[in-house]
T-cell receptor, first 114, second 115 residues
Framework: NAGVTQTPKFQVLKTGQSMTLQCAQDMNHEYMSWYRQDPGMGLRLIHYSVGAGITDQGEVPNGYNVSRSTTEDFPLRLLSAAPSQTSVYFC?????????????FGPGTRLTVT | AQTVTQSQPEMSVQEAETVTLSCTYDTSESDYYLFWYKQPPSRQMILVIRQEAYKQQNATENRFSVNFQKAAKSFSLKISDSQLGDAAMYFCAYRADFGNEKLTFGTGTRLTIIP
């Protein structure tokens, strides 16, 4: 199993540009989430999904869109990038089955908006 | 809303010694889960240990153990026999009970191991 994969690993955008951060998991997990990590602030939840076709907002959703058309993929879209969106982005997946309650994280994407 | 507080931005410990990282949280729930995650320079998030609130026994994973004080809403991580590979950021995280996979993280503690 590859686990949770994220592409790209690094990205530089200009203000106003759009892009999609890709996330995929091969563990058949129902739950997927996007977090952003900023210095001194830990990880904060952006959006999450409890299954294909179902998404909801987290703590800091503004400026981001998500969709979940398949169990495996959960892309994060920035429609008009702003310098405040410079951050490291993590995708995570989990399943309630088995009672492990562990979230598996991808390697992260470092995004810089100039 | 739940909050998680890590009051030690940085800690250091001599190699082979023991160190304790602090975490407090605020919740009105009675059932929940607590986690410690390690983030080395590679930035990969690695689960170190987890604790179910309904369990009175403190969780242990090899050199890592927790001191879970439910009434005080405290969840500290003890690392015994510290090794150079333990150097990392450590994040405490809270998850509400059943049906909610969202994690709330603390701001992290950067642990340095002194050879």
């Amino acid at each position: 199993n590859a686990g949770v994969t994220q592409t790209p690993k690094f990205q530089v955008l200009k203000t106003g540009q759009s892009m999609t951060l890709q996330c995929a998991q091969d563990m058949n997990h129902e739950y997927m989430s996007w977090y952003r990590q900023d210095p001194g602030m830990g990880l904060r939840l952006i959006h999450y999904s409890v299954g294909a076709g179902i998404t909801d907002q987290g703590e800091v959703p503004n400026g981001y869109n998500v969709s979940r058309s398949t169990t495996e993929d959960f892309p994060l879209r920035l429609l008009s990038a702003a310098p405040s969106q410079t951050s490291v982005y993590f995708c995570a997946s989990s399943t309630p089955a088995g009672g492990s309650y562990e979230q598996y994280f991808g390697p992260g994407t470092r995004l810089t908006v100039t | 809303a739940q909050t998680v507080t890590q009051s030690q931005p940085e800690m250091s410990v001599q190699e082979a010694e023991t160190v304790t990282l602090s975490c407090t949280y605020d919740t009105s729930e009675s059932d929940y889960y607590l986690f410690w995650y390690k983030q080395p320079p590679s930035r990969q998030m690695i689960l170190v240990i987890r604790q179910e609130a309904y369990k009175q026994q403190n969780a242990t994973e090899n050199r890592f153990s927790v001191n879970f004080q439910k009434a005080a809403k405290s969840f500290s991580l003890k690392i015994s026999d510290s090794q150079l590979g333990d150097a990392a950021m450590y994040f405490c995280a809270y998850r509400a009970d059943f049906g909610n996979e969202k994690l709330t993280f603390g701001t992290g503690t950067r642990l340095t191991i002194i050879p």
